[in-house]
């Protein structure tokens, strides 16, 4: 994958979904610019992406394109986190479901004690991983979760959250989601109390996702190269056809 947009992409989602400071955009072609708009698409992190360039734009590089580059998503992440049914998702197995409904159901029935944010929180991390395909993470979901964490830190009952990963068997995915917010979008070790051990395999995971998508985008442009060069070939071939038979005749 192209490193410039790589790193750029990485740096305009951390500025859109955390207002990080640190944004140093590497200059790159209006056709780098277009390719990376249609990752965010692809991602479904256009708002992310429009919100990270504004912040950009606003605090200190005004020369960035403009955000038509990128095309509305049909649903931001919010309606997307808000119209997920966690009920209808898959997990590990069908005991992790029923554990997740009947904690569900106490936590309910509890009315004086109910933590909505931890519940949310745990469903956000289900969510994730009803959406891993292929050893790839979702993007839109990563993001989510980070953005929960940081605005609902001090509402989240991590002693709650740690009995409730273990029973849907859920640890190990919100271990990778820590670990590649961590060595990704400037978060620390202390923003996930969960959290028991890094998972090495994150990195591998993080760029593997963001490669697939990078090269999916190329190959319509590969496509249409190729096409062109045949067209070419197609049209030199037919000269030399023209001009044997002129000189035949």
């Keep these: 994958m192209n490193p410039i947009i ?16 640190d944004n140093e955009i590497i200059p790159m072609s209006l056709h780098k610019w277009h390719v990376l708009g249609r990752m965010a698409k692809e991602h479904h992190v256009q708002d992310f992406l429009s ?5 950009i734009k606003e605090s200190h590089n005004p020369d960035l394109p403009d955000i038509d580059i990128i ?3 049909e649903q931001s992440a919010e309606e997307v986190n808000e119209n997920f049914n966690a009920s ?26 109910i933590s909505d944010e931890t519940l949310q929180l745990l469903d956000i991390i289900i969510m994730n991983a009803d959406y891993v395909i292929d050893s790839t993470v979702n993007l839109e979901g990563l993001l989510l979760f980070g953005r929960f964490i940081r605005e609902n830190k001090k509402a989240i009952d991590y002693t709650k959250l740690n009995n409730w990963l273990a029973k849907t068997k859920m640890v190990s995915m919100a271990e990778l989601l820590g670990t590649i917010l961590i060595e990704f979008f400037d978060f620390s070790q202390d923003e996930f109390p ?4 890094s998972v090495k395999s994150s990195e ?14 190329r190959t319509p442009l590969l496509t249409c190269m190729h096409l062109a060069a045949f067209e070419t070939l197609c049209h030199r071939f037919s000269g030399i056809i023209s001009v044997v038979r002129d000189v035949e005749e």
């Excluded at 591998?204 to 985008?217: P, W």
């Design 194 to 197: 969960f959290m028991r051990t």
């Design 204 to 217: 591998k995971i993080f760029t593997q996702t963001l490669e697939h998508t990078f090269h999916k985008q």
């Design 6 to 21: 790589l790193e750029n992409y990485i740096t305009i989602l951390r500025a859109g979904a955390f207002r990080s400071k």
């Design 88 to 113: 209808k998702a898959y997990l590990s197995s069908n005991l992790s479901k029923r554990k997740w409904e009947e904690l569900r159901e106490e936590e309910m029935s509890d009315i004086h004690n």
């Design 71 to 73: 095309e509305k998503p």
């Design 51 to 55: 919100d990270g360039i504004k912040h």
